[in-house]
Nanobody
C-alpha cells in the first residue's frame, strides 16, 4: 500500500508564498516513470489539477492558472514531492491533495491517479 502525507498548508495574504510537501511511503512503480501530481478542491467546486511531475523523467505540467507562480519538484532520495506557491491569490484557496499514478494517463485527470493523500488546506485572503 502506498501512503501519501501532505503538509505545509496554512493561511496567507494575497501575494504571499507557501511550500507544500508530500511524503510518499514508496513510489507505486519504480521501474517506469509515472505522474505525481498536485490537485486542489476549492470550496463547493470540483477537484482540479494544479501541477504534475514524472517520477523518473523530467517532464512537468501546470494548469494555466498557476503557470509562472507555482513550481513542482521532487526529491526521489527523500520520496518527497513539493509545490512551491508564490504570488498567491484568493482564488488559490482550497484543499490541496497530492496523488500518485500507477499507470499511464493524462496528468490533469484525477482518474489517472490511484493513491491520494488526505489533503492540506490553503487559504489566501485578499
Amino acid at each position: 500500500q502506498v501512503q501519501l502525507m501532505e503538509s505545509g498548508g496554512g493561511s496567507v495574504q494575497a501575494g504571499g508564498s507557501l511550500r507544500l510537501s508530500c511524503v510518499v511511503s514508496r513510489y507505486p512503480d519504480t521501474k517506469q516513470s509515472r505522474w505525481m501530481g498536485w490537485f486542489r478542491q476549492p470550496p463547493g467546486k470540483a477537484r482540479e489539477a494544479v501541477a504534475a511531475i514524472q517520477t523518473i523523467k523530467t517532464e512537468t505540467n501546470y494548469a494555466d492558472s498557476v503557470k509562472g507562480r507555482f513550481a513542482i519538484s521532487r526529491d526521489n532520495a527523500q520520496n518527497t514531492l513539493y509545490l512551491q506557491m508564490n504570488s498567491l491569490k484568493p482564488e488559490d484557496t482550497g484543499m490541496y491533495f497530492c496523488a500518485a499514478a500507477t499507470r499511464l494517463g493524462s496528468w490533469y485527470l484525477p482518474a489517472t491517479y490511484y493513491f491520494w493523500g488526505q489533503g492540506t488546506q490553503v487559504t489566501v485572503s485578499s
